[in-house]
């Protein structure tokens, strides 16, 4: 701790005694704020919308956590209040300035790291200090001390590829933390790691952030692991589907370090995941277009797979407490979930997911019955009735991918629809609907359901 | 190991055929001045009797050393080129709208064709002395390197992963340090291993550049090449077995003691976190690590980079200007289309008055259907390389004993000038009445072929060996196997091979057409010699006329068959 008091005279107080260390309570200025943004991509139909309207504050002292499902918005979000992505409208400010181009007040933390593997660590945590043209020799000492405090020394000279993950993403922290930003951005800094790792990077962070060390005055947190957010943030801003907006926003009022045992924390959990999984109204699952509820990116077998583990445990359980099981990521069994409930095999009861009669029949069935079930099922799914209107409205012929992408695509973006078309293909194709010919990218009906003789 | 880097990259995005029409125009216009400097001068390029008066093999070492730095000289004009060339490319939409058809057309003109224009202006620029045929010759070689380099290193520019992007904008990195820390890096492997290929093909042009006769009077410089051309010219078999020794031993030197301790030592700048699993190695590079040797270029570079990046500042932070002036923008769209506009209508007026006075559209009959006659050879040279060198490829290939021993051998033969060879071929076709129609052909696979067997090589080295094991335990065998594994397999690296080595034959046929050996003289129709006779002529509107329609052939070759079969392979058999 003593290497980081250091770093903090060497950087800030230049030649002023180290100001005692405390907790970053923070004095509540307002050192990041985003106003009326919105951020749109290009589509087939005109400008979808990615983030639609999002307020945010981010004050001195607090860490604020952003909380979304995959294609949210989220990281978007982050990549607009660093200014690397002009916001179609609306603005970020830092410290009540617009921005004009990458905010000097930050410092980004990679999903991928993000380093350089022709560099050292050190020069890797130096170039900051270099972009900045601050000479040789106080880039090496301000570059020690904060290895020093990250946990890296002995790793100096090594190069990344030696490394394994978490100590790269050590390095990731201590080149975000030597430029000293005002506000640290994190996007999922740990999701590409084991979960050993994480858990053990995570708690080292928040020592650092509650001995009042930490060289930043505030941490924005992309994550779509709730529990991370429970456990590290002061706000947790959950982000709706799309367009992103944010849709709730939670104060956490746990006192540091968190007792992950405490009632108030498990209670909060089970708040933010109702939130997250839109159950929180009781008007239940209303599929109205591919928008509202995009086909989940979930394979026919893992469907299969989810429906006879619920049959094992008496036809109904907790995703959270099933996701734990698995050592599945809950952001993981989500779309997994999502592809039951579209289907009409399962629902969901209060917060446990319970299969249907039909789903029920599913996890029993043989495999030419459960292609049977599965084919009735999915024609029931809007995007699959739209494809297969498409495809009768051409009897005999065949359809482009091309076609029924754009049709799709009506509502969400092209990435999407494609993603989408690759689900549809997965689950037509199994329940032998259709036909896809891959090489000439054309779809065709398939003339006898699954087991017809 | 693998060939890919120099494959000729198919062009990105958004080259459609009315700019590379426009660029072709553009190019052919910019040979103007090269026009008016050498009316009056003749060049050619077949060896004649030499001024090369002494050819005693005791001047081999200093021809030797000579001819090296010609390639180096070129190895370095052609990297700056790449790198400014590429970086410009990348980086401004309005320029890449321009610069990348530009470089596709380039690519595809026969290298001998500009060694000619090439010859012409320097020879004006600096008349009467041996300065300006140096600067051909390296400027001829440098043509063989740096389209490809510079292809190579846009692709790479433009797959360079988004988070160093942001890494580099968030952390306001400046400009140069944008491009000296990340984008170079992250692009060295590919732009070594293009330098090391481009470079292997370079010998030839050096060969094919150093003996020239300009304006009716033999010149040449002193070099292995031109000590070649007076022992071909003397008729002097065991001098020209001496200058093969010297390519020989020259060829294998630069690649042992460079290029391999360069890739060897470039594996540092793969941008993938874990370690590799197959490492290129040399002995040379770790002679001089364990030496501490390797240290020193960094240590006496070091200060010279600190300055470089402290003078670098003023090139401006990397930063993108979130708000973009839409008007501005169109303004700046206009201004550009029209001045390129303007720049070309002027250049093809200009092109249209030569070419009237030239004898009109008259003058493409004849290369055209010359072409028709060397399109044939290209065909059979490819034709007859796969159904010999694929089986063979496959069987070293899949032995991983054979291809530690034959990789570096093929690797060298492929570098290995084979007009260098011609003259012993030629000696051999006097003495059995062979004609230079069929012959010619021999000679044009003699360089051609090794791309194939190369790439083949790394095609079935590819092909896991899970697969062959499977196939085996099904009894999946003879020609079954073939069609369902093989072929399929080794596709895409074949393609890659297929299309270096007719563009090779294309170049070969210009001094594989028309050959002498000892003041006997062979010719084969084709277009190939029709642009060596233009050369030799000085006749520049018949001259521009064949390389064009030559280029033209290559290019619609490329589409028609080179980048259909790619996309196939590409789609269908990526492993």
């Known amino acids: ?453 | 190991m693998s060939f890919s880097p120099a494959r000729p990259q198919p062009v990105a995005h958004g080259a459609r055929l009315w700019a590379e029409v426009a660029a072709a125009a553009a190019l052919l216009v910019l040979l103007q001045p090269a026009l008016h400097l050498g009316q009056g001068t003749t060049v050619r390029f077949t060896a004649g009797p030499s001024v090369h008066t002494d050819t005693s093999p005791w001047q081999l070492p200093y021809d030797a050393l000579r001819s090296t730095l010609r390639m180096f000289a070129a190895l370095a004009a052609s990297t700056v080129f790449s790198l400014c060339y590429a970086r410009a490319a990348a980086r401004s939409r309005r320029l890449e709208r321009i610069l990348i058809p530009a470089l596709d057309i380039l690519q595809s003109v026969p290298v001998l064709g500009f060694l000619t224009v090439a010859v012409t202006c320097c020879t004006a620029l600096f008349p009467g002395s041996a300065l300006g045929l140096e600067c051909a010759s390296v400027f001829a070689i440098f043509t063989s390197q740096a389209w490809n380099m510079t292809f190579g290193f846009y692709q790479s520019l433009l797959a360079l992963p988004p988070e160093l992007d942001e890494l580099s904008r968030s952390f306001g990195f400046s400009r140069w340090m944008r491009f000296w820390r990340v984008e170079l890096p992250h692009g060295a492997i590919g732009l070594v291993w293009n330098g090391m290929m481009s470079f292997g093909g370079g010998w030839f042009f050096l060969v094919a550049s150093e003996a020239i006769s300009v304006g009716g009077t033999e010149r040449a410089l002193p070099g292995v090449g031109s000590y070649a051309g007076a022992a071909v010219a003397h008729g002097d078999l065991g001098r020209i077995g001496w200058a093969i020794l010297t390519m020989a031993v020259l060829v294998t030197g630069v690649n042992f003691l460079f290029w391999r301790p360069l890739t060897a030592w470039a594996e540092k700048f793969k941008y993938e976190q874990a370690e590799a699993s197959q490492v290129h190695r040399s002995w040379v590079l770790e002679l001089l690590r364990r030496t501490g040797l390797s240290r020193l270029p960094g240590r006496a570079l070091g200060p010279l980079g600190r300055a470089l990046s402290r003078a670098g500042r003023v090139f401006g932070r990397d930063d993108r200007p979130l708000a973009v002036d839409h008007g501005r923008r169109r303004a700046g769209d206009l201004l550009f289309t029209l001045v390129t506009g303007g720049l070309l209508l002027w250049a093809l007026t200009g092109l249209g008055r030569f070419a009237g006075r030239q004898g009109g559209p008259g003058v493409f009959t004849e290369p055209l259907l010359l072409g028709l006659v060397t399109l044939g050879r290209v065909l059979l040279v490819v034709a007859v390389s796969t159904v010999v060198w694929v089986p063979v490829g496959v069987r070293i290939g899949f032995s991983p004993r054979l291809t530690r021993i034959a990789q570096p051998l093929v690797q060298l033969a492929a570098s290995f000038p084979a007009n260098f060879l011609f003259p012993l071929a030629v000696w051999l076709f006097l003495r059995t009445g062979l004609p230079l129609g069929v012959g010619g052909i021999l000679l044009m696979a003699l360089g051609a072929q090794w791309y194939i067997l190369f790439n083949t090589i790394a095609g079935a080295m590819a092909i896991p060996t899970d697969l062959r094991q499977a196939m085996d335990d099904l009894g999946v065998r003879g020609l079954l196997r073939w069609r369902r594994l093989i072929v399929p397999g080794i596709l895409p690296a074949y393609v890659t091979g297929g299309i270096t080595a007719s563009g090779g034959a294309w170049n070969a046929s210009i001094v594989a057409e028309v050959v002498s050996f000892g003041g006997t003289t062979l010719t084969a129709g084709g277009l190939g010699a029709y642009i060596a006779e233009a050369t030799e002529r000085g006749d520049l509107a018949r001259l521009i006329a064949g390389v064009a329609v030559m280029s033209l052939y290559v290019v619609a070759l490329n589409r028609l068959l080179w980048r259909r079969l790619y996309r196939l392979a590409e789609r269908r058999y990526a492993l």
């Open chain 1, 1 to 453: 701790m003593n290497a980081a008091r250091r770093l903090l005279g060497l950087l800030r107080g230049r030649g002023t005694p180290p100001p005692p260390p405390e907790p970053p309570s923070g004095d509540g200025e307002v050192l990041l704020a985003a106003h009326g943004l919105t951020k749109s991509y290009a589509g087939s139909e005109g400008e979808l919308p990615v983030l639609a309207g999002v307020e945010l504050r981010v004050r001195a002292g607090e860490i604020v956590a952003v909380l979304g499902r995959s294609g949210s918005g989220k990281s978007t979000l982050l990549r607009c209040l660093a200014g690397l992505i002009p916001p179609s409208s609306g603005t970020v400010s830092y410290r009540g300035r617009p921005l004009t181009g990458a905010n000097p007040g930050t410092a980004m933390v990679f999903q991928t790291f993000a380093l350089l593997p022709w560099l050292t660590v050190r020069q890797n945590v130096e170039l900051g200090l270099e972009a900045q043209g601050i000479s040789a020799r106080r880039r090496t000492e301000a570059a020690r001390q904060a290895i020093e405090l990250i946990g890296l020394d002995g790793f100096e000279s090594a190069y990344p590829k030696e490394l394994s993950g978490g100590m790269r993403q050590r390095v990731g922290f201590a080149r975000a933390l030597v430029v000293e930003p005002d506000v640290l951005l994190m996007d999922e800094p740990f999701s590409a790691l084991d979960v050993l790792t994480a858990e053990n990077l995570r708690g080292e962070l928040l020592e650092l952030w509650e001995s009042g060390l930490f060289p930043t005055r505030a941490v924005v947190l992309v994550t779509h692991n709730i529990e991370e957010a429970v456990l590290m943030a002061d706000r947790i801003v959950v982000l709706g589907p799309r367009p992103g907006a944010i849709h709730t926003t939670f104060e956490v009022p746990l006192e540091r370090p968190r007792d992950r045992q405490s009632p108030g924390y498990a209670e909060l959990i089970d708040r933010v995941y109702r939130t997250m999984t839109g159950r929180t109204g009781a008007t239940g699952t209303g599929r109205t277009g591919p928008a509202e509820a995009p086909l989940p990116e979930a394979g026919v077998d893992a469907l299969a797979g989810l429906a006879e583990l619920l049959a094992r445990r008496g036809g109904g359980c907790e995703p959270a407490v099933l996701a734990e099981e698995l050592g599945l990521d809950l952001d993981g069994l989500l779309p997994l979930v999502d592809g039951l409930e579209l289907l009409g095999l399962a629902e969901t009861v209060e917060t446990e997911l319970v299969l249907t009669e039909l789903g029920t029949a599913f996890a029993g069935a043989d495999v030419q019955g459960s292609k049977r079930i599965f084919a009735e099922a999915v024609r029931e799914v809007p995007q699959m009735r739209l494809i297969l209107d498409s495809l009768r409205q051409h009897p005999g012929g065949t359809v482009r991918a091309g076609h029924l992408a754009g049709q799709l695509a009506r509502q969400c973006t092209g990435e999407q629809a494609a993603r989408q078309l690759e689900t549809a293909t997965d689950w037509g194709r199994y329940a032998e609907l259709f036909a896809y010919d891959a090489d000439r990218r054309v779809y065709r009906l398939e003339e006898r359901g699954p087991g017809d003789p």
